[in-house]
């Protein structure tokens, strides 16, 4: 039934993709210390939404879709991306704030322009024709198949490429977070989820705006998105994908996503402009539940997988063997499994010392990264390691192994020059602090989200309960 009403996964995973690149280009675009001039930002965002909506024609011509079926789902894409660009449009729709003493608070007079409507349908018309325009430029990208209609694997195929999109666009949502802590911006509007008593999706937000305002405003939108996004996700899981396991961990990583905004909220209006009185339990738990959901998610892209569910089973059944020289699955279970709580730990006490700044967190923090490095490097070379005859697997699992291990080298370097170059006062002294503190706690997340991926995929190579694994020498001497 619920299949029926949405539009064909690919073009919701390419509208996604478009939407979410947009606003990341919006958002770097519009800091107030890049300093653009709209008639620059805007030319990059909107060919940065054009690359998107083309890459997703590729992808779509790659599928199997024919031209003619790739142009017109880029067109619904694009329409998708322009309706949740509504969402920082809303700002460029309103004319200039004229603030208003209401009682003890300032809040901000907002008039829509005249020429509203009109911008938002010129928005959507602009949407439907990058879609349009990017849907031929794929047909010169890509060879699209002469044969009508997509295999019928590409809906398993793009609900897992979605996943990924879902997992992309917290990233920035969490980096935009970071920066809000490390300036010391958390606080900058004191209302929610009203921003200066005026609709939220209305406010006059661009780069003459107070830097801490928009960082705190521009991340209160970014949640909205990931809302959405992850909504949409939950869904579309539902629709497609029969596994329990797989619906009840969706619902239980969008009810966490919930959470977090419900946190978010509280935080605000509980909140202290005076670091000391300001409440560190709201700001701690947010912290780390931001990153918990990003693992989540990591996790539910892994499960979604085709690859990993073809995997899954043949290692199960025995059609998928390993070689007798590499590496023991069940080490890089042990190692996965270990690195990734060891690091979810290592998370909690750097959270902790971010939003209290207490010395006896900091130095176990410190101790603790040790034990995330060794723990991190051996479950990534396990999975450089582990060999499935299933060359796909394979690729995954080492791809994995990789970033994890990539990604804790640099944690531990990012760690110890933050620790040494920058101060000791809850918000950053300089730009440069700021971003070395955020940089530090995004790599973060993505270290915890490898990880978590590893370990999914550790549970696949290594079941509890599988067939007889023979070598596979063995395999091909039968």
């Known amino acids: 039934m619920i299949q029926r009403i949405l539009p064909s996964m690919s073009t919701i995973t390419v509208g996604f993709i478009a939407a979410v690149t947009m606003w990341t280009a919006w958002l770097i675009t519009h800091l107030p210390w890049v300093g653009l001039p709209e008639s ?52 460029k729709l309103t004319e200039p704030p004229a603030p208003v003493l209401a009682g003890e608070a300032i809040t901000t007079a907002v008039t829509l322009k005249p020429s509203a409507a009109l911008m938002v349908l010129g928005f959507f018309f602009s949407g439907a024709l990058l879609g349009l325009l990017a849907g031929l430029a794929s047909g010169v990208l890509s060879q699209p198949s002469q ?47 009203n921003t200066y008593g005026t609709n939220m999706f209305l406010y006059p937000l661009g780069p003459r705006a ?14 909205t998105l990931i809302g959405l996004t992850t909504l949409v996700l939950t869904i579309s899981v539902f629709a497609h994908d029969s596994r329990k396991f797989v619906r009840g961990w969706a619902l239980a990583a969008f009810l ?31 912290g780390v539940l931001a990153q918990g959901v990003f693992c989540m998610y990591a996790a539910l892209a892994v499960f979604l997988s085709p690859i990993y569910q073809r995997a899954k089973e043949g290692i199960i ?27 979810l730990l290592q998370l909690i006490m750097g959270a902790v010392y971010r939003h209290t700044r207490h ?57 110890w020059v933050v620790f040494l170059a920058a101060s000791n006062t809850p918000q950053a002294a300089s730009i440069g602090e700021g971003l070395l503190r955020t940089a530090h706690q995004a790599n973060g997340a993505v270290l915890i989200a490898a990880l978590a991926g590893l ?21 091909a001497g039968t």
């Open 359 to 415: 010395v006896h967190v900091l130095w176990t923090h410190i101790a603790l990264s040790f034990v995330v490095v060794v723990l991190a490097i051996l479950a990534a070379s396990a999975a450089q390691g582990v060999r499935p005859s299933d060359e796909s697997a394979r690729r995954a699992v080492a791809r994995l192994g990789a970033l994890a291990g990539a990604s804790v080298v640099l944690q531990f370097v990012l760690g």
């Open 256 to 286: 966490f996503v919930v959470l977090q905004g419900v946190l978010g909220g509280i935080r605000v209006r509980q909140g202290h402009v005076d670091f000391a009185q300001d409440d560190k339990f709201y700001r701690v738990i947010h």
């Open 317 to 343: 059944s025995g059609a998928i063997n390993f070689a007798a020289s590499t590496a023991k699955p069940k080490l890089l279970r042990i190692f996965a499994n270990a690195a990734l709580h060891t690091t």
């Open 147 to 193: 044969k009508a209609g997509i295999p019928s694997e590409s809906n398993p195929r793009w609900l897992g490429r979605f996943a990924i999109v879902a997992c992309v666009s917290i990233v920035p949502l969490i980096v935009v977070g970071g920066l809000v802590t490390s300036t010391g911006s958390g606080m900058a509007v004191p209302d929610w989820p």
């Open 40 to 91: 620059v930002a805007l030319p990059i965002v909107v060919s940065a939404w054009f690359i998107a909506l083309a890459i997703g024609g590729v992808l779509l011509a790659k599928d199997g879709a024919t031209r003619g079926e790739t142009t017109l789902r880029c067109v619904g894409a694009g329409f998708i991306s322009s309706l949740l660009g509504l969402l920082i449009l809303g700002s």
């Open 455 to 475: 370990a999914v995929w550790s549970r696949a190579v290594a079941p509890k309960h599988a067939a007889t694994v023979l070598p596979a020498a063995v395999v």
């Open 210 to 223: 107070a830097p801490d305002v928009f960082l705190e405003h521009s991340h209160r939108l970014f949640g």
